[in-house]
Every structure is written in C-alpha cells, then in structure tokens.
C-alpha cells in the first residue's frame, strides 16, 4: 500500500513577508504543509534542528549563509521510524540563499530514498523554486517531481493552487 509523508522545515516568529519583518505563530512553510496533509492523508514529520536559530530575522539570515557556507549539518530533534513505509515524500522548506536550510540537507542524508518519490514544495517571498538540483544530488536514485513554489504571503489563500497541483502531479 502506498503511503505518503509531508516532511518539512519551517520558520515561526520573525519572517520576511511583503517587504517587512512580521512574526509568525505558524511558519509559512508549515501552513502548506498542514494543506498538504489535510488534502493527501499523508503523515506529517517536522524537520527541526536542535540548536535554534537566533529570534532575530536577520541574525539568522547571517547564520543561515554561515552554515551553507560550511556545508553544515545542523543535528536534528527527532527522525522518522519507519522512512521504508513511505513511497512518496513531500518536501517543503523555506528557500534559503537559492537552496533550502542546512537541516534538509541533514534529513535528505539520513535515509535511503532509493525507489521514492520526492515532491518538493518550497515558500519565498520573492525568490522562487530553490533547491530542486540539491534534492537530484543527494537523493540520485529516487524520482523529483514536480515542485511548487508559493510565496509565503500568499500561504493562507493557496488552498486552490495546492489542490490543484496535488490533481496533476
């Protein structure tokens, strides 16, 4: 039987949205990711490192660069069981400096998607789809769909537009 899980890494509290910083109770990387849940019945597992990030937005940008510079590996705060239950993985981050946060990359190399599908969907405010090349090379023997890219002012309206994807992926 066929069986999906929404992994994904997002940002509460101070965000960049509309040209402003505003603080987030939920990130909008997490508001899809709940959509895409609620729409596909998948499982949920949050990607989540253990040392935090700075509350500052723009502390944490700094830091952010920092660790794709040095290729880092933020340890994360949990893992999934039982990854070889899932065929089919949806993807979501934050588009981080054109690619997504370091503790993606840690998730994507913690287990064996040989055979699954990666579905990537990514939240910017401006940026686009980051990322897609990075998942091809850590993930070689698995199959990249088709990503979304909504931006995350835009997350609470996106109902239509996820649906919709999900329906044609």
């Known amino acids: 039987m066929k069986k999906g899980l929404v992994a994904y890494y997002s940002r509460k509290g101070q965000n960049y949205v509309n040209g402003r910083i505003v603080d987030l109770a939920v990130g909008n990387t ?8 609620a729409i596909t019945g998948s499982d949920i597992f949050e990607i989540d490192t253990i040392k ?8 944490t940008t700094r830091v ?4 794709l510079n040095a290729d880092a590996r933020p340890e994360l705060t949990n893992t999934v069981d039982n990854m070889n239950v899932y065929d089919t993985i949806y993807l979501g981050y934050p588009n981080w400096w054109g690619t997504f946060p370091m503790a993606v990359f840690t998730f ?4 064996d998607f040989s055979g699954k599908t990666i579905i990537p969907f990514c939240t910017h405010e401006g940026s686009g789809m ?7 090379l850590l993930c070689p023997n698995s199959k990249v769909d088709r990503g979304i890219a909504i931006k995350g002012s835009a997350v609470h309206g996106a109902d239509s537009i996820i649906k919709n ?3 044609k992926l």
């Open 130 to 136: 980051g990322g897609l090349s990075d998942i091809q």
């Open 52 to 59: 935090e990030y700075p509350i500052d937005y723009t502390a």
């Open 165 to 167: 994807w999900i329906e």
């Open 108 to 111: 994507l190399e913690s287990y």
């Open 30 to 37: 997490e508001v899809i990711a709940q959509k895409i849940q």
């Open 64 to 67: 952010a660069k920092a660790e």
